[in-house]
Each structure stands twice: as C-alpha cells, then as structure tokens.
Nanobody, 125 residues
Framework: QVQLVESGGGLVQAGGSLRLSCAVS????????MGWFRQAPGKEREFVGA????????DYADSVKGRFTVSRDNAKNTVYLQMNSLKPEDTAVYYC??????????????????WGQGTQVTVAS
C-alpha cells in the first residue's frame, strides 16, 4: 500500500519561506511522477508544481513560477516543495500526489493515483 505523508507546513509572514516534504512509502518512488497541489477554503484543488521521474524535469503553475521549486531525493523517497516569497494568497492546504503511469500528465489531478493527507500553510500579511 502506497502512503504519502506531508510535513513542514505552518504559519509564516508574507515574504517568508517554507519547505514542505512528502515522504512516500510502499511503492517504487523512483518511478513515480510527483505533484503538489493546494486547496484554499471554498476553492477547487489546484496544481502547484510537479516533477517527472525521468530526468527530474519540473513544471509549475504560473502563480508560483519563480517562487516555488519542486525537487526530489530518490534515495530518501521524498519530494520537496521549496516556497519562497510567500504571499497571503498562497494560504491553503498543500497536498502531494504520486502518478505511477509511464507518461507524464503534470497538472492533471485525475492522473495521480495516490495522495497525502495535506499540510496547512498559512501566510500572514
């Protein structure tokens, strides 16, 4: 059974930074495309960023491009989301997700097979 556990959320002032981690167990992490999504109160869950298992190329939503970075450590079965220059509108529950398909679907929520429980990020103005 594949499990994803996020950590690293919290309260930060605008302009600050946080690094989220997502530890994956029970599967072949090195063969998963990994994504980060977020959901603010009253809004749909939206794509933040993703990283392929092949070559480690990453993609980002326009709203976070240049501020957020997705990385992975296959030796630790962990994917990270480094968030810099945080804004109040980044406040949300952040979820990591794993896609076991060979082809990469990036921002497509339905492509992801496994999800974590989420971690709250609150950015104070």
């Amino acid at each position: 059974q594949v499990q994803l556990v996020e950590s690293g959320g919290g309260l930060v002032q605008a302009g600050g930074s946080l690094r989220l981690s997502c530890a994956v167990s029970g599967g072949t992490f090195s063969r998963y495309h990994m994504g980060w999504f977020r959901q603010a109160p009253g809004k749909e869950r939206e794509f933040v960023g993703a990283i392929r298992w092949t070559y480690g190329n990453s993609d980002y939503a326009d709203s976070v491009k240049g501020r957020f970075t997705v990385s992975r450590d296959n030796a630790k079965n962990t994917v990270y989301l480094q968030m810099n220059s945080l804004k109040p509108e980044d406040t949300a529950v952040y979820y990591c997700a794993a896609d076991s398909a060979d082809y990469y679907s990036g921002y497509v929520k339905s492509a992801y097979d496994y999800w974590g429980q989420g971690t709250q990020v609150t950015v104070a103005s």
